[in-house]
């Protein structure tokens, strides 16, 4: 058979097959900001996603929030080609209990194409009689100032309206003057109506008030004047948000230059009367109702038929194209003239709102791009590691994945953007991050482990400046004590942003504290159904810059793959400040380590001190030192360490941002433990935190560091907790919190304290235990010690200890046996109680920790000592008392024994 003729029906075939089917696929995210009425036409589309450059027009689809669209799809023929359109109805992203969404500036809409019926805009020409009554809303809203609200006026799970608009005060120099402007306002007759959102922040005491019935005083009176003439006071209690809506004749209002004064009157405190009350209250929008003359060329936003549903619409159109009304009905309804510069349109619903535009209005999106990530909405295999990452950080965090990929641990990158268009719609927000690990613990081939969100946060997405001490912290009292921690002077971030949203890479989660909303990255962890204790391990680097990356990632891996031998592995640093609670939960915690092994030095401020020089010094030179953690309790703050009595004036009383920069620590990176207020609120847009200064440092600071977004009271045992559960050995440092916080009942500590750095890091504590026993001597006291190993050849370090863990000498031996007897040093014969001991042998990387009581024995004969000292010397080694890191690489480990 001829070639040509057997091509000729399989060609005839290929014809047959729509082209559809191999040529249109993929998906479109399109951001818009403002309401209104939107198009993109073919040629947007494909340059952003060529999968969809071939699709028949009945395919395409439109969703929200996963809900479909209308669509008005403007094609010449069955197919979706170049010169074709579709238009839409987009809609402004609000909050949940907000106009402003609190984690998106942009809504998102998601463009596809599939077989199947699809949510269309109807067409409706013009009919119907009579004339309907048509009105318009105004919603006029700032962003301002930000509060903090406590728990009880927001629960777990809600996203109340921190942001308002201004602070009213009965101290107020002038009262508070809004000028706003209605237009198209139909003043001739009928009503309108002012919806007024405030909020108070001060509340009078309730104990005087139930006292005396004739002191009775509301909290809040605000006095309001429209125009010049007065209209009802507005009263209330309490710290809730309230909302009054105010009718008037829409005479009193004009289309342009309304004035609206607001005043926070004094009022005498009626069991007091030389005193003011305090009221604070905060003004969050005012939103507008009113008739509509119907003149669209006022350019006054959407119409709403307000009477007289069956009429039709006559509207004042110009002298130019007549828009079309698309309505939020689904319907888009066409004009027919009916007079000079009028228009007709069919009759529309009350209440649904109408918004006009001819094909030159139409809006464009602010940002287009294809869909991200369908790999991870069903993988085929589990991960233990998670690592979600900005796209601008992806590259700067791989090295670290390979790393732990090398290590065992099957490791997942994923870019944020993918996050939210597989897990929230295409919408930014940290429920993507939680669908992400809820989905990947319950649904994925095996369970995650670890989290680590790469990028930082930020609460104020929508400002370019912010002044930290002028915001409406009313809830933060310490910022109102002069002189106290909010008074000092803090540090801003070295990269600071053009936008304050620039910060928020990785958006976190905000509970609502007793003291206010705080950053909480443990949401993230906590999937086991309603339980807010963590099962997944979660970490972050607050970093914004690939270099910030690198430095977190080098310092990271040489931790892991270079271990450091040395003294420093077994020590520990405690710093409180002058409280004597703190004091003494420190020596407990050091006292329970001491019997491992750990020696602990301890920094504690006396009241007694003026000058905080000596406190710093004995920081600065330990951790220089190396420490394998160190531990601070106490009052502290965002920039700031407490370790002396309160002098601003001097400034002598604080560890800062500064004293962590000028650390020389290199390699001997201790995991810090900051045990206080707000020393890691890594949600500030601005204003860096010790907590994150010694992550962030290059070579040196901190290889992790644990701490408080916001105010809090410190547990000593959950400080306690969580040391034991880190100084496990082989324990990695995220998973030694998540039992840590499983074990603990205080949510607020739970939720607030969050790890800054990999919780996948094993801390390089010593790997084995060693066995010491005194040998009560009479002539010659010694301890007799046993490094479990067949063979050892390094240096030993030895400290004699007082009572009270004061060190009374220490010393350095060079060893050449697993087993040896040291003497107790004839200076310290009468005064040490206790020893620790640290080996460590270089050819092997190995290294043991031990030590005991020099505890006489009550006279037991000389044979029975003898024989004792006899059986502990020669008992075999015991491999039993090694401990290997659970995800450890034994290269520099040497030969399992």
Known sequence: MPIKTFLRPLATILALVPLAASACEGELHIELEQAGVYALDHAAIVAAQPGLADCAADDLWLREAGKDVPLHVVAR????????????????????????????????????????????????????????????????????????????????????????????????????????????????????????????????????KGKDTSAAIDDHVLELVLNGTPLAAQQWNGRDEVRREIVLPAARLKARDNVLVMRVPKRALPWAPSQT?????????????????????????????????????QLATGNGEAPALYGEDGVLRLPRAAGARRHAYAPAPAGVELLPA???????????????????????QGYDYLVVAHPRLLDAIQPLADFHRQRGLSVAVLDIDSVYDQYNNGITHPQAIRNLVDAAWHRWPSKPRFLLLVGDSSFDIRHETYNDLA???????????PGHFGAVPGGTYANAPKKLADRNLIPTWQYPSPEGQSASDNWFGAVDGDDWHPVVAVGRFPVVEPEEVTAIVDKTIAYLSKPQLGAWRRDVMFIADEIETFQRASDEIAGALGKEGFLADKVYAKPDITENAVHQRAIHDGIDAGRLLVH???????????????????????????????????????????????????????????????????????????AASWRNSPSPAFSKDVIAQL??????????????????????????????????????????????????????PGVLVDLGQSAFGGEVAVDWLAADGTRLASSTHRVHEPRFRLPVPAAVAGEATQVRIYAAAPASGRDAVGGTDLVRASSPSLVARFAAAWKQWWRPANPSKRHDDTIAILDFDGPAR
């Open 77 to 208: 023929g069955a197919r979706f080609a170049d010169g074709d359109r579709i238009e839409w109805i987009g809609r402004r992203l609000h909050g949940p209990e907000s106009w402003f969404d609190p984690y998106s500036v942009n809504n998102v809409y998601v463009l596809g194409a599939s077989a199947g019926p699809h949510a269309r805009m109807r067409v409706a020409e013009a009919h119907g009689e009579g004339r309907a009554t048509l009105e318009r809303r105004v919603h006029l809203e700032q962003e301002n100032l930000m509060i903090r609200l406590d728990q009880t006026q927001q629960k777990p799970g809600e996203e109340p309206d921190v942001w308002q608009w201004a602070k009213l005060t009965h101290v107020d120099p002038q009262p508070f003057e809004l000028r706003f402007d209605l237009a198209d306002l139909d003043a001739r007759g009928g009503e309108a109506r002012l919806a007024l959102a405030f909020r108070g922040l001060s509340e009078l005491p309730r104990s005087r």
């Open 358 to 380: 001819t094909a030159a209005t139409l809006a464009r999106p602010v940002f287009l791009r294809p869909v991200h990530g369908a790999q991870w909405r069903a993988p085929t």
């Open 727 to 780: 100084l496990e050995p082989g324990a990695t440092i995220g998973e030694a919190i998540v039992r840590a916080k499983q074990r603990s009942t205080d949510r607020v500590l739970v939720e607030m304290y969050n790890l800054l750095g990999d919780p996948a890091v094993v801390l390089e504590r010593p790997h084995d235990a060693l066995v010491a026993t005194f040998d009560d001597d009479r002539w010659n």
């Open 277 to 313: 009350a305090v009221d604070v209250v905060m003004f969050n929008y005012l939103e507008a109702r009113y008739p509509a003359a119907g003149d669209l060329e006022a350019n006054a936003g959407p119409l709403s038929v307000r009477a007289d549903a069956g009429a039709a619409l």
């Open 471 to 481: 915001y409406a912290k009313w809830t933060d009292r310490e910022l109102l004590y």
């Open 632 to 706: 601070f309790i106490g009052h502290g703050g965002r920039y700031i360490w407490r370790t002396g009595p309160p002098d601003l004036r001097k400034n002598n009383d604080l560890f800062t941002l500064d004293d962590v920069s000028k650390l020389g620590n290199g390699a001997r990176l201790p995991m810090v433990l900051s045990m206080t207020c707000y020393s890691a609120p890594f949600d500030n847009p601005t204003e860096d935190s010790i907590g994150e200064r010694f992550l962030r440092e290059k070579d040196k600071g901190a290889i992790a560091v644990f």
